[in-house]
Nanobody, 114 residues
Framework: VQLQASGGGLVQPGGSLRLSCAAS????????IEWYRQAPGRQRELVAH???????NYADSVKGRFTISRDNAKNTVYLQMNSLKPEDTAVYYC?????????WGQGTQVTVSS
């Protein structure tokens, strides 16, 4: 399975973006799919998490602003990001946790700046 992350870009503070993570195969076999981000000079951090049953969890820094969702029919996971802040600037990656392997997407750059 290959994951393709897209939807990043340059946005002003307070703006919104929706990231997509499209899989080349079925995502319904993955119990968990996650979004991570990595800012320059910082460690990669978990941003949001969704299970196959639809349970979600978020980093404290994005709670109330970001929403993760999955569409198994389209083999795509989304990250809706609202009220963006400069500190949200990072490369965002999706990760699918399989039974035997984990799969990472290639990353998409999000820059929040005026």
């Amino acid at each position: 399975v290959q994951l393709q992350a897209s939807g990043g870009g340059l946005v002003q503070p307070g703006g919104s973006l929706r990231l997509s993570c499209a899989a080349s195969g079925s995502i319904s076999s993955f119990n968990v799919i996650e979004w991570y981000r990595q800012a320059p000079g910082r460690q990669r951090e978990l941003v949001a998490h969704i299970t196959n049953g639809g349970s979600t969890n978020y980093a404290d820094s994005v709670k109330g602003r970001f929403t993760i969702s999955r569409d198994n029919a389209k083999n795509t996971v989304y990250l809706q990001m609202n009220s963006l802040k400069p500190e949200d600037t990072a490369v965002y990656y999706c990760k699918a946790i399989g039974v035997l392997h984990d799969y990472w997407g290639q990353g998409t750059q999000v820059t929040v700046s005026s």
